[in-house]
């Protein structure tokens, strides 16, 4: 297989990696079950979409690059599989933080990089100020927090593939 067609098959898993993740922000699959391997088909998605991101710019993105990537892909394997507690705390709660640290960093390795376009990774580091932005304000906008996180971290991931394929 051609590192074009590696690409190309990165970039299909990030567009459907965070167009998944963007309808998950929203409470349509009502099935527990359902939406368990919906979460784990996008944490796959996306951790294969990450790969082809972050490879097409290695070069560019230097150390912190590298380190945000590395950072992400654990975070992503950590938080795909079931919500247990086998730590003695949640498994998902520090690997989404661990996650969300790491795209913040990504974006900044982007830009300093002289990366475009930058639609990406201001989706991601967007998607953290959001979710910070509305806990700190009046009710209900704290309730959408998450959604709002869930719909920006998708796009992100949307877009990266977008750039991808038209890269590759």
Known sequence: MSPRQLYRLAAIAAVAGGGARIFSAFPLLPDPI?????????????????????????????YLGLASFAVAAAALSFIGGPDADPFGFSTYEEGAAALAIAMVALSLAWVRGGERPLWAPLCWFASVVAAGVLAMLPAPLPDHGFAAAGVLFGAGFVLAGWDLWTRA
């Open 34 to 62: 359902a939406l368990e391997w919906l979460y784990a088909a996008i944490d796959a998605l996306l951790l294969f979409g990450l790969i082809g991101v972050y490879l097409k710019r290695a070069a560019r993105l230097g």
